[in-house]
């Protein structure tokens, strides 16, 4: 991973903001406190489907410490929403649909004064029938969320590449299956909140726990109806986000309205069964997948077909979709694809953007159908994953191109280091190994806004200032940027401060999601931080009577090259360019997005999202235990084609994150609704997330090459490895005790019911 | 009816004037002004909100400020000695163990209360002393092995 010839990349490095998390000086949303600040509480609808006929505040208001009241009435209506064409949110609803869906709000002294204010708020509703299940709303005749929206379906979409038919008639063996993925809740251990502060020009100032200011800040603007030059957002800390953060939340709407409308700060911290219940969850999912294939293992023709249950609103539908299908292309050559997708309105939680976002649920359901298949054809699993591995260079039949792919080296490498041919069909020992193969966008590309920024300012001492528009959320980059500009100025990373983000002062950004930040914002400070070195260099070259192609930036020095005692110290440079010739300032400014995506075209779908993906293969061990239905998954072994590493420190963490998830995902984490749609586990206490006791180690195999596009070669594995993660494990089981689990999430009764299935079937 | 309390914080006697239903979380973030200890969930279920009460883990958002009067209170900040961080939070910084930073908090201060009593634990020890203190970044891997570097290093 390594290179002897970078100093910084490459090398495992805490991050910069580690000391001050450690110590207890990071300062998150709920850290912050405004002189006259008031306490902001939401309220939320007691019913799935219900009109809001009337507001009754005034018992509130008279309440002592009450400040003021908003409702539905009191937002323009004018609906925001990440995609333009599926806008369906205003902030605070005059029409509810699901239990929690805000729609009041009350500003008070303090937290205890809210909450009896949110108890004397009386309104009147008309409730309406509601529909719980994706299937159901899609009926004739079921309740109807959105008027837009007929059988409320929000995204509806569908893929034909190549001739499925024709491939499956080809196939000499043929699969269909049906699996179903659980919701679940994102479990940031930072509940949201907003500080608004509002002042006497009009302006807001707003610090919230947000993966996308710049999102934050477009929404909150049009919600308002007022000019975004009058809506600034700063990011402070945030506590993780996993792709549930990137979106505008009531919250910020209702302490905007309420800070205008009192004239004081308004802080909204989310409580811990609002976080669950009222943001955004991941999508349930029914799918159904066939698969042909030839005797030897091709696959000569898939068709997956996906029922996404959307809740309320629809998040980021139209891509989630879009992504369930397309990453279905991406780890494997598949000639001939069909896909249909939809994603259903329903009363119940709001279902978004979870780490993989999409991904994860038709990787769980085809790569425990792959099982399935070289069972079947009497395959190796690993094999028939070989057989049909994308390469470097590959287009698919969808268009995506790419630039870099090791994934038969992510298979090779992992295999022989989990010893898979030793360790695979033990089934006297109950134990069992099994693998998954996935591949993930480095940022997909939008319709709209899609580059990143950086700027690069030097100051007089040397010390050096990133401002840049992307979201550290925790996974680090920040560092990222950091470790970037000290590498190509030669100067450590502690030497370099960054500011990021803040609408009004840093780039605009899109945001952290898509596992775009490294592979955007990598390279906007890669430009940045070379401009500001051959500013450097120029002047240098003068100074020492050399070429400025022959200048180095090394050790806090600035040399000729081939001349080791010839430098001038990078702090001393710097100074001498102000004063050089009529004065200068040394600053940089990158941006960048890839140039060799192309939009899908909006008929035939064809097109390529990202400048180049990562893939990744992941085996994990298991054992089962055959009297209590428990498994213990007991290694997991990780080939991740990301590319060149940057921080060694930060992959392992994103690699060992990943794991963790997906063995909360597998076996522990589930959104239970109620008869009436309500959430019945928003708590840490019903919600159960994997702890130390439940996880298992991970190691990483090197496989990857750099990329040709990536900063240094650098790409994703925040997202791609999770996506890997539950199906390694599904199928892990199925080699320890030969039962096929479908319906995530696995518990003990499941296993006990299969197992004891699979003895009467046995015996009969 | 707001009490009078006097609280030892840090090794420092701090005199609030709180409700007395008022948790120890609460005073401490809001009339102190520690803000280290965060509360992930107000149901001490997560470890977020962990502080040590004369060395010992205690979960401060079910804990009344009242409680604990007269008892020696260490908070995260409280670690930090002349400016130094104490070799916990160091093993974090340096294991990488820290991402979000949400929980790192609560999981140093576990973390030390572990090895204080307990300076030779084995990793299955360690994977139990920390499995109140919830982390959604890290996958524990790093924690463990930061927790690791310090047993039977002094």
Known sequence: MGSETYSQVGKAQPQIDALAKATGQAKYTADFNLPRMLVGKLL?????????????????IALKGVKAVVT???????????????????????????????????AAVDEETALEALDLISIEYDVL????????????????LHDEYERNVVADTHYDFGDADAGF????HIREDHFFMQPNSHGCM???????????????????????????????S?????????????????????????????????????????????QIILSREEEISITRIRAAMQIHVKTGVRKDGAIMAQYVKIIADSGAYSSTSIMMMYNAGLSCMIPYRIPNFKYDGYQVYTNKAVSGPFRGHGANQPRFAVESQLDMIAEDINMDPAALRLRNASQTGDTTISGLNFVSCELSRAIEESTKKAEWDKKRGRKETNR???MACGGFVCGARGAGHTASGTNIHVNEDGGVTVLSGASDIGQGCNSMMAQITAEELGIPVSDVTVIAADTETTPIDPGTFSSRVTFYSGNATLIAARQVKSQLAEIAATLMEASADDILFRDKKVFVKGSPDRFIPFGELVKRAEGFGHGRLIIGQGQWAPTNTQFPDRKTKWGNVSGSYSFSTQIAEVEV??????????????????GQVINPMSVEGQAEGSVYMGIGHAFLEQTIFGDNGQMMNPSFLDFKMATPLECAPATMVEVGKPDPIGPYGAKEIGEGLLITSVPAIVNAIYDAVGVRIKELPVTPEKILDALEKKETEGKS | MKRELELNVNDELWEVNVEPHKTLLEVLREDIGFTGAKEGCGLGACGTCTVLVEGAPLLSCLTLALEVQHKRITTIEGLVEGGRPDPVQKAFIEHGAIQCGFCTPGNILSAKALLDRNPRASREEIEEALAGNLCRCTGYQKIVEAVESLVGSE
């Open chain 1, 72 to 106: 539905g009435r009191d937002v323009l209506g004018k609906k925001y929403g990440m995609f333009k064409s599926r806008r369906d949110e205003t902030g605070l609803a005059l029409k509810a649909r699901y239990v929690g869906d805000p729609v009041a709000a009350v």
């Open chain 1, 190 to 220: 930072e509940p949201r909140g907003v500080l608004v502060d509002y002042d006497i020009t009009g302006k807001f100032t707003m610090w919230t726990s947000t993966q996308s200011p710049f999102h934050v800040r477009r929404d909150t």
């Open chain 1, 625 to 642: 235990d055959r009297e209590t239905g428990q498994v213990k998954v007991l290694d997991v072994t990780i080939g991740d084609d990301c």
């Open chain 1, 44 to 60: 939320g609808s007691p019913h799935p489907h219900a009109r809001v006929l009337s507001v009754d505040a005034s018992k509130a």
């Open chain 1, 169 to 172: 008639k080809e196939s000499d």
């Open chain 1, 222 to 266: 049009r919600a308002l109806g007022i000019p975004l030059s009058k809506v600034r957002i700063i990011k402070p800390h945030v506590g993780g986000g996993f792709g549930g953060k990137i979106e505008t939340h009531p919250m910020h709407i209702a302490a905007a309205l309420l800070a205008m409308k009192t004239a004081r700060p308004v």
């Open chain 1, 432 to 434: 069992g190994i099994g």
């Open chain 1, 129 to 144: 029938p509601a529909v719980f299940d994706p299937e159901e709303a899609m009926k004739e005749g079921a309740p109807q």
